[in-house]
């Protein structure tokens, strides 16, 4: 997989940091995949902090592709929290 311009950075830092897997995505397009201390594919990892932050890019880029609006109740996208 080719890797993009500072992917060598993040996947230095990532291993200096405890990593088990680093996937590094751009433009809808995998370009790294690797896996270290016992990490593998399909393993279920808890996230902890960063949890929040990847909610919040995934809410802004269904906002960007009009899946959703900003100002509307998410049960109108997701049904299942209708009452």
């Known amino acids: 997989m080719q890797a ?33 201390s016992g990490g ?8 902890y902090s960063i949890t929040k932050s990847l909610c919040a890019l995934g809410t802004f880029t269904a906002i960007s592709r009009n899946v959703l609006k900003l100002d509307e109740p998410v049960s109108l996208t997701l049904t299942e929290w209708q009452r």
């Not at 993040?10 to 896996?35: D, F, I, K, P």
């Open 40 to 47: 593998f594919r399909g393993r279920t990892e808890n996230v």
């Open 4 to 36: 993009f311009a500072g992917a060598d950075d993040a996947a230095r830092y990532s291993a200096g940091h405890g990593e088990r897997a680093l996937l590094v995505w751009q433009n809808g397009r995998l370009h790294m995949e690797r896996y270290r």
